[in-house]
């Protein structure tokens, strides 16, 4: 039997896209900042340290949602008939951004490689890690191959777009679609 796809109206679809994003974030931000004073409990002077081995990837992975959230927004914008980017100019912006996020997300392999030769603590290299490996997860989801979950009537499919990413079998996301029409000229 074939599977449903839940649709909503693009108008909605968007919208929530461009709202869920940044909603993300923030969540995210205050997860990692409310579980690192808990785990630290460090109420003296150094009470908002970084630990920059786990908050660079939030960094980088909150860059790479927020460009997501103000291209989805341009979008409903272009859906609304309101001035908005072209597909062009998308595609010349984001391509540049494309190529900025390789460099911040290829940065972080330095820095895990200097945090192990420091012998940091691994708590901390772990939680970076795994936010690493989402901000990686989000480049390629924006800038490559569509991977967002898709839910089968209500329910959520997490295995099914990892199949397609391994199997080669998914499609070309919206911006890349954009920034390829920047590339043909």
Not at 148 to 154: D, H, L, M
């Amino acid at each position: 039997m074939a599977k449903q796809l839940k649709k909503r109206p693009i108008e909605k679809e968007l919208k929530f896209l461009a709202d869920f994003e940044l909603y993300g974030v923030l969540m995210f931000a205050g997860m990692y900042f409310a579980t690192k004073f808990i785990i630290d409990m460090d109420f003296g002077k150094n009470v908002f340290k970084l630990n920059w081995i786990s908050f660079y990837p939030l960094l980088v992975f909150s860059i790479i949602v927020i460009e997501g959230s103000f291209y989805w927004r341009n979008k409903l914008r272009m859906v609304r008939r309101k001035k908005a980017l072209s597909n062009f100019e998308i595609g010349r912006i984001y391509n540049k951004l494309r190529w900025i996020n390789v460099i911040l997300l290829t940065a972080y392999l330095l820095i895990i490689i200097m945090a192990f030769l420091e012998k940091e603590g691994l708590s901390g290299i772990i939680v970076g890690i795994l936010l690493y490996f989402m901000a990686v997860i989000e480049q390629i989801n924006y800038f490559h191959i569509r991977l967002s979950y898709e839910t089968v009537n209500g329910g959520l499919l997490v295995i099914e777009p990892l199949k397609k990413l391994f199997t080669g079998t998914g499609k070309r996301s919206q911006l890349r679609k954009d920034i390829d029409t920047y590339l043909k000229g």
